[in-house]
């Protein structure tokens, strides 16, 4: 499925300013402030300069939080986006109750013990990420994150994205399959789905290092369509395989 741009001059401004770029300047922002994010639930807020937000908004990492202080603006952190500010790019530090959590271990056992499946989740996030894809919530779609090439406000995302280990009961059963392939088609996206394969039981998990022991597996899954099985071969060979893995990220 080809990127569908919002307005006409979407594209050539996302080549003019890849992530890439805005990522490098806000890491080096961060950075240079040692910017300080605290633990609250579920959640990471960062306190952050004007300049700032906007980078960080630039760069697709949380939401901004209403308030009335004018110096400094507030961002709310998923876990997966503020570990891999701290961990991946390590410009910010994390805090818990006022206290500075000194390395990155403390962080990792926290956000562990909130969400036991973080490390499978991180694992899938910054995978993506890492390869410049821009990622949110998949909340509102029935899965775990969407991706877009770029800046949401000149794209629409292109892949529903869900993680399992394998272990997992997701789309066990052909009828999970096609309700979330279906779900997916319905709102102009493909389904992808990121294995991600390791040890997820053991003492190991307790260090975030086990992250290199991990592997991830992407394949898009896409709807069978009977008027393709009456097309000549020719044409059969043209169109997208029902189950691929993805070269395209």
Known sequence: MAPRWKWKGAEAKALAEPISKSVSELQRSLAETESSGTLSSCNVLLAVEPEQAELLDRCCFGRLVLSAEKIKKWIQLSF?????????????????????????????????????????????????????????????????????????????????????????????????????????????????????????????????LCLENFTVEEQTISRWSPELSREDESTISKHVPNVSNLNTL
């Open 80 to 208: 997966e986006e503020a570990f891999f500010l701290h961990y991946n790019l390590k410009c910010i530090k994390i805090s818990l109750q006022g206290r500075c959590l000194e390395n990155e271990v403390d962080t990792w056992l926290y956000m562990k013990s909130k969400r036991p499946n973080f490390p499978m989740f991180f694992k899938a996030y910054s995978h993506l990420r890492s390869k410049n894809w821009v990622l949110r919530s998949g909340l509102q779609y029935g899965v775990d994150f969407v991706a877009y090439r770029h800046h949401p406000s000149l794209v629409h995302s292109e892949y529903s994205v869900l993680v399992q280990s394998g272990d997992s009961d997701r789309l066990r059963v052909w009828s999970d399959i096609h309700c979330a392939v279906r779900l997916s088609g319905s709102v102009a996206k493909t389904l992808l789905t990121l294995y991600v394969n390791g040890n997820f039981k053991g003492e190991s998990l307790n260090l975030p």
